[in-house]
Nanobody, 124 residues
Framework: QVQLVESGGGLVQAGDSLRLSCAGS????????MGWFRQAPGKEREFVAA???????YFGNSVKGRFTISRDNAENTVFLQMNSLKPEDTAVYFC??????????????????WGQGTQVTVSS
């Protein structure tokens, strides 16, 4: 059974940093794109960042320069380092996997496995 489990969310103040982790099991994710998305109440799911199997990275416009994404293939884990957090970053953050051996930016529908999400709340 393939699973993705996010952790590291919490309540922080504006300007703080958080590091989210996504641990995968059930298959080796090293050959897949890993992505992070977020969804705030009443809003659509939004692309945050992705990293391809070759290490290419992609970021949503609202987080460029503040967030970084990395992966540890040996641990089957992907990380999202979030710096200079803003109240508008408040959302449930999801990790996802898809796109076997591809380096192009995937659409949301092309991710085939999703985690349950972790809440990030940024107070002003």
């Amino acid at each position: 059974q393939v699973q993705l489990v996010e952790s590291g969310g919490g309540l922080v103040q504006a300007g703080d940093s958080l590091r989210l982790s996504c641990a995968g099991s059930g298959r080796s994710f090293s050959m897949y794109t890993m992505g992070w998305f977020r969804q705030a109440p009443g809003k659509e799911r939004e692309f945050v960042a992705a990293i391809s199997w070759t290490g290419n990275t992609y970021f949503g416009n609202s987080v460029k320069g503040r967030f970084t994404i990395s992966r540890d293939n040996a641990e089957n884990t992907v990380f999202l380092q979030m710096n200079s957090l803003k109240p508008e970053d408040t959302a449930v953050y999801f990790c996802a996997s898809g796109g076997y051996r591809t380096t192009v930016l995937l659409t949301t529908k092309e991710y085939d496995y999703w985690g349950q999400g972790t809440q990030v709340t940024v107070s002003s």
